[in-house]
């Protein structure tokens, strides 16, 4: 059987990462039918739209999408695709774990974490605008059933996947009601899950403690906005952004993509990392229950990493996105 997949290589270096990906998913023997859709500034360019309707049409036919980053300009004008693409799928579970891999230089050892991320709302909602020339308001939102749906999610992931531990972060000492209604929900929800810790931390203090020591933490469940912060801050405990795989999970979709970025600053060199990637299709291929080949996939790259010799620059090699890749399917 064949599995189709909506690809969405994006902007920067999403092309090179999501060709990486590709390849190496087809190193797994399995068949895969690729329907590629155009999002990101490049769509704009192409398309006349940073998010076409087919995009979403796509999404909703395949309910599986693998994605490259797509790059939102800073300021006003352009609504981010992400934002969009969750908010109209319900991709309400962002999940990112943040594991140290053997053979990647970092000053940390033995992160094992999972970072599960509300995704749909916050101060992600969009809700800006301006009172009086000179003072803007940006509208914060939390709701019951959101701050339930994405803790049941964190205590059903930790049951399933043997975690012990979920610490909610955050900052219901200022924003008393908002978060103070996230905490009151994952609390609710704790009580049904007797055999897994449940704590809580504010968010700076959070912070300060990863850095000391990441592995006190196993899950940690966020609100939008200290989730996505909270992520690049782990992604540094493992290597860097190269290295942080996530996936979007709703109901009725899922759309895989790594943490990082567009990184413009090394698009088209043929010097991005597409482990963040991969291992996003691996979670992917987990997700269609295609475990056995996700394992395939995840000790290509250990395999790759322990050898040493084909790393890319951010890990401290001289390999290119397409060398690394070529590597990771040969150690499959
Ligand atoms: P970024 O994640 O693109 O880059 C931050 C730094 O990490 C850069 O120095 C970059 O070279 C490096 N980096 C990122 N991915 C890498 C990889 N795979 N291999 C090696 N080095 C890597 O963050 P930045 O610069 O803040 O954002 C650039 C654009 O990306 C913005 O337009 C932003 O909106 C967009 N963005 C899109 C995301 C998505 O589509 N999921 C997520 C985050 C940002």
Redesign the pocket.
């Known amino acids: 059987m064949a599995y189709t997949i909506t690809l969405i290589p994006?902007?920067?270096?999403g092309p090179e990462?999501a060709a990486a990906a590709v390849r190496v998913l087809s190193a797994t023997g399995l068949q895969f039918e690729w329907e590629t859709q155009h999002a990101?500034l490049q769509a704009l360019a192409t398309h006349g739209s940073a998010l076409p309707e087919a995009v979403l049409t796509s999404i909703r036919r395949n309910k599986v999408a693998l994605?490259?980053?797509?790059?939102?300009?800073?300021g006003s004008g352009h609504r981010?695709?992400?934002v969009a693409l969750r908010k109209e799928l319900d991709l309400y579970a962002n999940v990112r774990p943040v594991e140290t891999l053997h053979g990647v230089k970092s000053r940390y050892d033995g992160v094992d974490l999972i970072i599960v991320r509300e995704n749909t709302e916050d101060l992600y909602s969009g809700l800006e605008h301006v009172v009086v020339p000179g003072v803007v308001e940006s509208i914060k939102i939390i709701t019951e059933k959101a701050s339930t749906r994405i803790a049941r999610y964190a205590f059903e992931y930790a049951r399933t996947h043997g975690r012990k531990r979920v610490t909610a972060v955050h900052k219901a000492n200022i924003m008393k009601l908002s978060d103070g209604l996230f905490l009151d929900c994952a609390r609710g929800v704790a009580k049904d899950y007797p055999e897994i810790r449940y704590d809580e931390i504010i968010v700076d203090n959070c912070c300060m403690q990863l850095v000391l020591d990441p592995t006190r933490f196993d899950m940690l469940l966020l609100e939008n906005l200290y989730g996505d912060i909270v992520s690049?801050l782990c992604a540094g405990f493992i290597g860097?952004?190269?290295m942080a795989p996530g996936a979007n999970i709703g109901e009725y979709g899922a759309i895989f993509?790594?943490?990082?970025?567009?990184?413009?600053?090394?698009a088209g060199k043929n010097?991005?990392?597409?482990?963040?990637?991969v291992l996003s299709a691996a979670m992917m291929l987990d997700h269609l229950g295609e475990h056995a080949a996700a394992d395939r996939v995840r000790g290509g790259v250990d395999a790759v990493l322990k050898g040493g010799t084909k790393l890319?620059?951010?890990l401290g090699g001289k390999a290119g996105t397409t060398e690394i890749a070529e590597a990771i399917a040969a150690a499959m």
């Open positions: 994006g902007d920067g270096i990462v990101g994605k490259g980053p797509t790059e939102t300009p800073v981010s695709i992400n690049d860097g952004l190269g993509e790594a943490v990082h970025g567009s990184a413009p600053d090394i010097m991005a990392n597409p482990i963040a990637l890319t620059r951010d």
